[in-house]
Nanobody
Framework: QVQLVESGGGLVQPGGSLRLSCAAS????????MSWYRQAPGKEREWVAD????????TYADSVKGRFTISRDNAKNTVYLQMNSLKPEDTAVYYC????????WGQGTQVTVSS
């Protein structure tokens, strides 16, 4: 079955960096675009970034553009989110998402930006 498993979250100081990973299984990863979303406490889940199936096209929410980079390794069935210059408002649970089979989410990984 389709599985998406995020990792790499944690506590980081403002201005710091983290790299999130999402390991995919149960489908032909290289055939699907992938996305990252996040949900802060008390807020709706919001889109962060997309990457095309081959990795050649990426798009970002304005709030993270220039600070976050989405990438993928199709040989490893993994999508990444490199997060630099982190701000307290980036604190959220981060989820990876794939449109396959009506849409599948990972379980999420917590990112906390605080001094």
């Amino acid at each position: 079955q389709v599985q998406l498993v995020e990792s790499g979250g944690g506590l980081v100081q403002p201005g710091g960096s983290l790299r999130l990973s999402c390991a995919a299984s149960g489908f032909t990863f290289s055939s699907y675009a992938m996305s990252w979303y996040r949900q802060a406490p008390g807020k709706e889940r919001e889109w962060v970034a997309d990457i095309s199936s081959a990795g050649g096209t990426t798009t970002y929410a304005d709030s993270v553009k220039g600070r976050f980079t989405i990438s993928r390794d199709n040989a490893k069935n993994t999508v990444y989110l490199q997060m630099n210059s982190l701000k307290p408002e980036d604190t959220a649970v981060y989820y990876c998402y794939c449109k396959i089979a009506g849409g599948r989410w990972g379980q999420g990984t917590q990112v906390t930006v605080s001094s």
